[in-house]
Structure formats: structure tokens, C-alpha cells
């Protein structure tokens, strides 16, 4: 247990801001596209796969509204993610 929190130490620091406000927005960002672009990427994978075709109709019309074009929009110029567009 005092290895992995020896690993996370430098993260946790970085993310109070101990390290500075540059190095906390870095990692903030680093953190979107580590777990938000492959969460979008698992949720289209599933409805994809799924054999009800409702689900696929719900997800398209989420992607394909405003205010997930305006997140997208955000998250792109903020932390340079690209999540996938329709």
C-alpha cells in the first residue's frame, strides 16, 4: 500500500496545486482525456452492440443535441479531447 502511495503522490500533489496552478490545470487535463474520451468510446461501443435498437435512437439523439455540442465544443478547446461526434 505505501508503493502505490508512493506513485500517486506526485498526482495528488499536482492536483492540490502544490506544484503550481500550471501543473494542476496539466493534470486536470490529463485526466479528461485519460477517462472521459475512452468512457464516450465504451458507451457508443455497448449501445452499438446491444441488441435493442432504442438505446442506439437515445444515444444519437444525445450526441446530437445542443448542449452535448456544446460540451464537446468546451472539452475540445479546454483539454484539447476530441470526443467522437455522430
Do not use: H
Amino acid at each position: 500500500m505505501e508503493q502505490i502511495l508512493a506513485l500517486l503522490e506526485p498526482l495528488l500533489l499536482a492536483y492540490s496545486g502544490k506544484l503550481g496552478k500550471v501543473m494542476q490545470i496539466l493534470v486536470f487535463i490529463g485526466s479528461f482525456r485519460v477517462f472521459l474520451k475512452p468512457v464516450v468510446c465504451l458507451a457508443r461501443t455497448y449501445v452499438d452492440f446491444s441488441p435493442s435498437k432504442k438505446d442506439n435512437e437515445v444515444l444519437d439523439k444525445v450526441m446530437e443535441s445542443k448542449w452535448y455540442k456544446a460540451v464537446s465544443y468546451l472539452l475540445d478547446w479546454f483539454s484539447s479531447l476530441k470526443l467522437p461526434q455522430k
